[in-house]
């Protein structure tokens, strides 16, 4: 059975909507990314010793680690909103040419 009017139109709105709550998911992770590369603690912070034993190497690759994991979460948000926006469209434009079919049979 097909979705009445209603039921598509809810579902296009939570396609939309859901894409919108991706965006701001990147953008949180975009934020928090910048803050992240901001981070930066250098041997003095660690003391001499923490140094030798290799703490800031540690905290260094650590903290690249992070940005490139935030980077990635950013761009997969990014991606995911781009696709269920892509997939509202395709519906859309589906049911509206399924719709112009249709009043041309009659």
């Given at each position: ?16 909507d ?7 998911c ?46 990635e ?6 991606r ?6 892509n ?11 399924g ?8």
């Amino acid at each position: 059975m097909a979705p009445t009017p209603d039921q598509y139109q809810v579902a296009l709105t939570a396609l939309r909507d859901d894409a919108d709550k991706w965006d701001q998911c990147g953008n949180d992770l975009a934020t928090a990314k910048g803050s992240a590369e901001s981070l930066d603690l250098e041997a003095l912070h660690f003391s001499y010793v923490g140094d030798k034993l290799g703490v800031t190497a540690l905290y260094q690759q650590f903290q690249a680690r992070m940005v490139a994991l935030l980077s990635e979460g950013n761009a997969m948000s990014t991606r995911v909103a781009t696709a269920l926006r892509n997939s509202a469209q395709t519906y859309q434009q589906e049911e509206e040419a399924g719709v112009h079919r249709m009043n041309n049979v009659w």
